[in-house]
């Protein structure tokens, strides 16, 4: 069955570490997004990319890097420039504007 | 800029009742607007959406909404509660005019009481 696997599904990071968390899609869709989610604030955006090999920042984009180099593959990275990181994060995509996002399960990140 | 309101954190009603989310946009256009459920620890789920064409839109699970223009406003209802529709309900619009990028409201918990 297509759709998106985010793994892992729990990750805990130390003071100072880079972690990175993977997405992967198949689905064909061209676009894909990374969100982050904390209680009572909703979804916000952290980085999108329309196509390969090109991405734009959101909202929220200091602390956090990522790559597009394959089609299906979209992996974030949380720095330790990101002072806060602990969170639960949701890749999504989309092949048209349209259609509507479909999720990944997510992945909870926490500091230790 | 696009926003989302959802109106009330948290709703609470009876098995049975009649569930009604609220959810309004600003926005110059009518844009394309959406309802994703999310249960605890899981992605965001696509309930239905509206692009173009009949306003009352019906999607998974019993759940309708009705796009009003006058009103920018697009509420989710359910006729009857089943205890299996708790979860956190995200109201989420796109505009026509940008690369589509969605806004997402903050959230709407609803717990369904027995």
């Known amino acids: 069955d297509g759709g998106i696997t985010q793994s892992p599904k729990y990750l805990f990071r130390k003071e100072g570490q880079n972690v990175t968390l993977s997405c992967e899609q198949n689905?064909?869709?061209?676009?894909m997004y990374w969100y982050r989610q904390d209680p009572g604030q909703g979804l916000r955006l952290i980085y999108y990319?329309?196509?390969?090999?090109?991405?734009q920042k959101g909202d929220i984009a200091e602390g956090y890097s990522v790559s597009r180099e394959k089609k299906e593959s979209f992996p974030l990275t949380v720095t330790s420039a990101q002072k806060n990181p602990t969170a639960f994060y949701l890749c999504?995509?989309?092949?048209?504007?349209?259609?509507?996002?479909?999720f990944g399960s997510g992945t909870r990140l926490t500091v230790v | 800029a696009q926003s989302v309101t959802q109106l009330g954190s948290h709703v609470s009603v009876s098995e049975g009742a009649l569930v009604l989310l609220r959810c309004n946009y600003s926005?110059?256009?009518?844009?394309?607007l959406f309802w994703y459920v999310q249960y605890p620890n899981q992605g965001l789920q696509l309930l239905l959406k509206?692009?173009?064409?009949?306003?009352l839109v019906k999607g998974i699970n019993g759940f309708e909404a009705e796009f009003k223009k006058s009103e920018t406003s697009f509420h989710l209802t359910k006729p009857s509660a089943h205890m299996s529709d708790a979860a956190e309900y995200f109201c989420?619009?796109?505009?026509?005019?940008?690369?589509?990028?969605?806004?997402f409201g903050k959230g709407t918990k609803l717990s369904v009481k027995p």
């Open positions: 689905l064909n869709h061209d676009a």
């Open positions: 926005s110059s256009v009518p844009p394309y």
């Open positions: 989420a619009v796109s505009d026509r005019g940008s690369q589509g990028n969605l806004i």
């Open positions: 509206y692009t173009t064409g009949a306003t």
């Open positions: 990319s329309q196509i390969v090999n090109d991405f």
């Open positions: 999504a995509s989309t092949p048209d504007r349209y259609w509507g996002y479909t």
